[in-house]
């Protein structure tokens, strides 16, 4: 069993920067694939990125590509993902994810552990 608690998401202007933190405890998070997903109002939950179990490889959704940054600390048993240059289009509950895959013909596939949930708000 993974306990997954994220935090650091709020309230930022358009081209303005945030960081989110995922603290994982529990069951050895170095063996598992980790991710970040949001969901919007009204709309489906999707795929943002995710990272391998050792940090070396990474996949990230077009519509962040070049903004997000995901990484993470197996010491520490933390994912981050350092969003920059946000829009509006990035307003969502943001969720850590652990024990999917890190590449999917549809998108990756999450894990069976989830976070509660951070809201970001992307407003002028």
């Known amino acids: 069993q993974v306990h997954l608690v994220e935090s650091g998401g709020g309230l930022v202007q358009p081209g303005g920067s945030l960081r989110l933190s995922c603290a994982a405890s529990g069951r050895t998070v170095s063996t598992i694939v980790m991710g970040w997903f949001r969901q919007a109002p009204g709309r489906e939950r999707e795929f943002v990125a995710t990272?391998?179990?050792?940090?070396?490889?990474?996949n990230y959704a077009d519509s962040v590509k070049g903004r997000f940054t995901i990484s993470r600390d197996n010491a520490k048993s933390t994912v981050n993902l350092q969003m920059n240059n946000l829009k509006p289009e990035d307003t969502a509950v943001y969720y850590c994810?652990?024990?999917?895959?890190?590449?999917?013909?549809?998108?990756?596939?999450?894990?069976?552990?989830w976070g509660q949930g951070t809201q970001v708000t992307v407003s002028s």
């Open positions: 990272v391998g179990r050792s940090g070396d490889v990474t």
């Open positions: 994810n652990g024990g999917g895959s890190i590449f999917g013909l549809r998108g990756p596939a999450p894990g069976n552990y």
